[in-house]
């Protein structure tokens, strides 16, 4: 009679492990920090069109913002981050990345835009060129000193422009290069 428990237990067991679906072999992940662009924009190696992306724009930082639930980095900027400090001519350190985004808030912040999606980043987010009534919006932050021209030469000449009208972050005391603070941030510095 031993036996024939064991067996009934045995046979439960079975039924109970393959109910549940722990039998199914487990799919393989890619890292958190890679995560992949759309699958149409891989499935052959053509590189095809921008993806236009079009919407109210929801403001997430000084170069973010986030259109029709997609999280947006603009293209060809780089904006001081939330808590990145600047020091005024009169010696008084602020919050520069929340200044900037206050700006970029009272700009688009709301309103329809227009994104050209060029590629994305490791976090899945787009990158691309934003433009509101016909204003390139990157452009915008560079010219008026609340980012500056990085990852790409899109931008510098405007960049060059801001600098020498000590217009936003170049008319400073002092002021940090966005890239330079993550870095030191990162190192613990």
Known sequence: MESLEVIALAALAAVLFLSNGLFRRRRR???????????????????????????????????????SGQEIRIAGIDAPEWDQPARHGDGRWFAHGKQVKSALIRKIGGRRVRV????????????????????DI????VREGHAIAAYSERYRHVEREARRARRGMWAHARNIDPRAWRHRRARGV
């Open 29 to 67: 992940r890619a890292p958190r920090d890679k995560v992949r662009a759309p699958r149409s924009r891989r499935e052959s190696g053509r590189r095809r069109p921008a993806r236009t992306i079009s919407g109210k724009a929801y403001v997430t930082d000084g170069d973010g913002i986030r259109v």
């Open 116 to 135: 050209e999606v060029e590629e994305y980043d490791r976090f899945g987010r787009a990158i691309g060129v934003v433009t509101c009534d016909g204003c």
């Open 138 to 141: 990157g452009e915008w932050l």
